[in-house]
């Protein structure tokens, strides 16, 4: 090799080095994830036990309950059986008091906690949560057909049931610095909030979902506005190391939207339908 060939392959040797250690790195990276991503051991379980170990507390129905014979039954119960059987599995609910089920999920003594649970952006260094698949949050309630209030951008000048001392009378104080001429006229419950709006005595009800659901249920006089006021969503806690799991479950929800499952499961436990879609807390 001549000399200044020679120099050459030295000067651009740093650069060819770079490069070769680049590419190494990239293919290290890729190998890592898709070995991470493969490595699920808790959809693994799931798989080769054909059992998905679910942790509720059942002790807020519709959601959870147990009936006459001790058993769960409830709106969580019927999406934990409906998500298993999606994947040809069983469910196996396991009870447990609310305050721990997050805690359970973490340590691993659970694969997943279904019970009504919010969405607690705080603990998603612990868990991991999917996709919402019941909005609990505030919603606005107007008589059926009104065309004059559909949203609370309508309510300047109206007369706006809440419940005294809950978070639907905080944000309808908020509201007011908006407007500055809206009439509030707090109830003892959510139920007597709707009442007045029924009996003709108020505009509208700023009131949560669940409430707002079962009362409408039953009384044809009111409808409940497709916007969400102030989000409140419910969702599955998963654990942090378990990707295969969260793609799964998440898929699952997405296919039982899709089909109409959890538009049933509301007309079964609410004994009507909502206006409103779930999706990502």
Known sequence: MLKAERINLRRRWPALAAVAVVLLLAAFLLLWQTVGVARDRVWDHIQTSGQW?????????????LD???????????????????WGVEAQIEGLGFDGLVDAVQAGRLDSAISALPYQPERTEDVAFSDAYFEAGLVLVTPTGSIGVASVDDLAGRRLAVEWGSEGDVQARLLRRRFPDVVLLPSDTPQAALLAVAEGQADAALVDHISALQFTASDARLAISPQVVV?????????RKAPVLQQQVGEALQALQADGTLDALTTRWFGTTSPMRVGSP
């Open 53 to 65: 170990l679910v942790g509720m507390d059942p002790s807020f129905p519709p959601f959870q309950d």
């Open 231 to 239: 989000s409140d969503p419910y969702v599955i806690v998963l654990p």
């Open 68 to 86: 006459e014979a001790g058993q769960p039954v409830g709106f969580d119960v019927d999406l934990t059986r409906a998500i298993a059987a999606h």
